[in-house]
Nanobody
Framework: QVQLVESGGGLVQPGGSLTLSCAAS????????MSWYRQAPGKEREFVAT???????IYADSVKGRFTISRDNSKNTVYLQMNSLKPEDTAVYYC?????????WGIGTPVTISS
């Protein structure tokens, strides 16, 4: 059974940092592209960052230079280190696993940036 379980969300002040984790099980993690998406209230889900099986990383312009995606294939976990957080980063953050046409999603973890 495939599972993606996000954790690490919470309330942070502007300028702060947060690290999200996504623990995967039920598939061969090392062969999947792993991504983070987010959905703010009243908005569509949007791409944040992705890391390929080979470690190639791509970021949305809105988070480039502030967020870092990484993966630990020995732990079947993908991370999102978020620095210099802004109120507009407030959203539910979702983890996605992709291989070809196969996509698996987690249930999300909420992140709120507010003073």
């Amino acid at each position: 059974q495939v599972q993606l379980v996000e954790s690490g969300g919470g309330l942070v002040q502007p300028g702060g940092s947060l690290t999200l984790s996504c623990a995967a099980s039920g598939f061969t993690f090392s062969t999947y592209g792993m991504s983070w998406y987010r959905q703010a209230p009243g908005k569509e889900r949007e791409f944040v960052a992705t890391t390929s099986p080979g470690g190639i990383r791509i970021y949305a312009d809105s988070v480039k230079g502030r967020f870092t995606i990484s993966r630990d294939n020995s732990k079947n976990t993908v991370y999102l280190q978020m620095n210099s957080l802004k109120p507009e980063d407030t959203a539910v953050y979702y983890c996605k696993a992709n291989w070809g046409r196969t996509n698996y999603w987690g249930i999300g973890t909420p992140v709120t940036i507010s003073s």
